[in-house]
Each structure stands twice: as C-alpha cells, then as structure tokens.
C-alpha cells in the first residue's frame, strides 16, 4: 500500500494509531504515526479529576491505558474479556 501511494504522488504519510508500525522499517516515504494515548491524556488531564481509574477493555490496551493512567496519577482495571460460542 505504501508503494501505491508513493506511485500516486504521496510525499508523506500521516497514520493515526498504526496496529503494527514495524511495517515502516523500509517505507518508501516519511510516514507520522500519531499515538493518540498522549492527546486523551492531555484532554483529560484538564477535568482535573482526583481519583482516576482508567480502564483497559482487555489485556491489549493495557499498555496504553497505563500510559494514560500515569500520566494523569490514575490507577488501572483490567477486563478480563471471554468470548462464548453460540454452541
């Protein structure tokens, strides 16, 4: 896709929360990945809450919600998510 776009014309990239960013290693044009874990953390900072808990739906977001947490002196809850079959 990165080739495709350079083909097109694109000088630059600008992603927004890339799932898998060493895709970029041999990207064949500049490419921003914008993490949004510090733009959240900025916003809700300004509510000026004082006990915080920022929860993580599963255990893929908890490095993120970690982040976010120490950023605003927050503490975290997992969800610890199970998936049934119908069956």
């Known amino acids: 896709v990165l ?10 990239l600008v992603a927004v ?3 898998n960013p ?3 290693k041999n990207a ?3 490419v921003i990945n914008i993490l949004l ?3 959240i953390a900025q916003c809700l900072s ?3 809450a004082t006990d915080l808990t920022i929860i993580a739906p599963d255990e893929g977001a908890l490095n993120r919600v970690q982040k976010i ?3 605003l002196n927050g503490s975290v ?3 610890d998510k199970e998936r049934f079959s119908v069956n």
């Open 37 to 39: 874990d510090d733009v």
């Open 17 to 19: 929360e890339l799932h």
């Open 46 to 48: 300004h509510l000026q």
């Open 28 to 30: 064949p044009l500049p």
């Open 69 to 71: 947490a120490t950023y």
């Open 77 to 79: 809850v997992v969800c």
């Open 3 to 12: 080739n495709l776009l350079r083909q097109a014309g694109a000088d630059m």
């Open 22 to 24: 060493s895709v970029l």
